[in-house]
Each structure stands twice: as C-alpha cells, then as structure tokens.
T-cell receptor, first 113, second 117 residues
Framework: QKEVEQNSGPLSVPEGAIASLNCTYS??????FFWYRQYSGKSPELIMS????GDKEDGRFTAQLNKASQYVSLLIRDSQPSDSATYLC?????????????FGAGTRLAVHP | GAVVSQHPSRVICKSGTSVKIECRSL??????MFWYRQFPKQSLMLMAT?????????EQGVEKDKFLINHASLTLSTLTVTSAHPEDSSFYIC?????????????FGPGTRLTVL
C-alpha cells in the first residue's frame, strides 16, 4: 500500500464548479498535511496546510481533514481555468529524527471554460 | 515571506562534467533543506535531507558520492551532480523548511532543469 494515495485524474470540471480532490494516507500517527499546486514545468507551490480535524478555509480553497478515516481533501470553489494544474497531497513523516514530506503522485485538474 | 531561490534555472552540460546548483532561503532561516528530483510526468522524488552544519541524509538508492550536498549556512544549500550523464537529466528542486514556523512547512524553489548531452 502506498503511503499517500491520490487519484491521478484527470479530473475535469467546468468553469465555476467545485473541484474536489481527495487523498488518503497510511500512517495513522501523521499530524500535518499539505496541499501543493504544481503547474506544468514549474515547482510545487504550497496552497493549504491543515493539522486539526475539520475544515480550514482560505479564499476559494477549503481543506478537510478526517484523521479517523485517514483522509484529507481539497475543495476549490468557483473553479477557474487558471486552477488547471496537478495538485499534490503531502503528509509529514518523521524518519530518523528528520521531518520529511511524503507526497502522493498528484491529481491533474482540468478546468474547462 | 518564505521565498526560496535556485540558481541556475537551466543548465546544459556535456557528459562527464560536474554541475553545482544553489538553493537559498531569501527571507527566513532554514535549518533543513531538501533536494528533490522530478522526471517528466512523474511525481517528486526526495533525494536527500540536509541540515545546516551536518551531513546530508540520503534516501535509499541515491548515490551520495554522485550527488554531493553541502548546507554551509542557514540560508544556503548546494547540490553538486558529479560526472553527470544523460540519465541524470531531470528537474531538480530544492525546498526549505522555516524553523520559525510551528509546523515547519516546506517552501520550494523554482527548480533547475538539467540537460546532460
């Protein structure tokens, strides 16, 4: 079982709709979760972080965390073509005394006009 | 805040040469920096974790003698690809963890695209 799993997509949504991106993780002890956006040919950009169960909202983005179900999601409201990118879910892991991020393979989102 | 720079952004070199890539945290002190590699249409692969003033910790399968990492200060880490070969051609990305942030979020540099001829 992969440590962080995401549906590779592509997830295609019309402009103005809500895009829902999902992620599951295997380490029940994980405490910190992150969503990164990566445009083609560019490096990842941090868009959301979440540490507590429930929802966290920032503009058009809402991250949702359910530690009991080991599930984290990202909702993008009023999706725009500029949101078309690969979204990476990342979970912080502590290995050998160092914190590192375990990334999912990413979900490609396509927002069409 | 939390800006990370990388230099160069793009490099083309001949097989057998060495290439140095710099990663700098511009507006924060980074106790820990990370080096990733990404091949086309694949996810990020962590190569190594470096802490200021100590030896880097390499991930399994990454040759430490080929990918030399130096983290000499709280704002600078370097990755040197020694005796580069065409199979080393990839997108190399660093990230830095802000030690003053409670949850140590990682911020990524813009990446360096390496092409070895």
């Amino acid at each position: 079982q992969k440590e962080v799993e995401q549906n590779s997509g592509p997830l295609s949504v019309p402009e103005g709709a809500i895009a829902s991106l999902n992620c599951t993780y295997s380490d029940r002890g994980s405490q910190s979760f992150f969503w990164y956006r990566q445009y083609s040919g560019k490096s990842p950009e941090l868009i959301m972080s979440i540490y507590s169960n429930g929802d966290k909202e920032d503009g058009r983005f809402t991250a949702q965390l359910n530690k009991a179900s080991q599930y984290v999601s990202l909702l993008i409201r009023d999706s725009q073509p500029s949101d078309s990118a690969t979204y990476l879910c990342a979970v912080k892991a502590k290995t050998g005394g160092y914190n590192k991020l375990i990334f999912g393979a990413g979900t490609r989102l396509a927002v069409h006009p | 805040g939390a800006v990370v720079s990388q230099h160069p952004s793009r490099v083309i070199c001949k097989s057998g040469t060495s290439v140095k890539i710099e990663c700098r945290s511009l507006d924060f002190q980074a106790t820990t920096m990370f080096w990733y590699r990404q091949f086309p249409k694949q996810s990020l692969m962590l190569m190594a974790t470096s802490n200021e003033g100590s030896k880097a910790t390499y991930e399994q399968g990454v040759e430490k003698d080929k990918f030399l990492i130096n983290h000499a200060s709280l704002t600078l880490s370097t990755l040197t690809v020694t005796s580069a070969h065409p199979e080393d051609s990839s997108f190399y990305i660093c990230s830095a963890s802000d030690r003053d942030r409670l949850y140590n979020e990682q911020f990524f540099g813009p990446g360096t695209r390496l092409t070895v001829l």
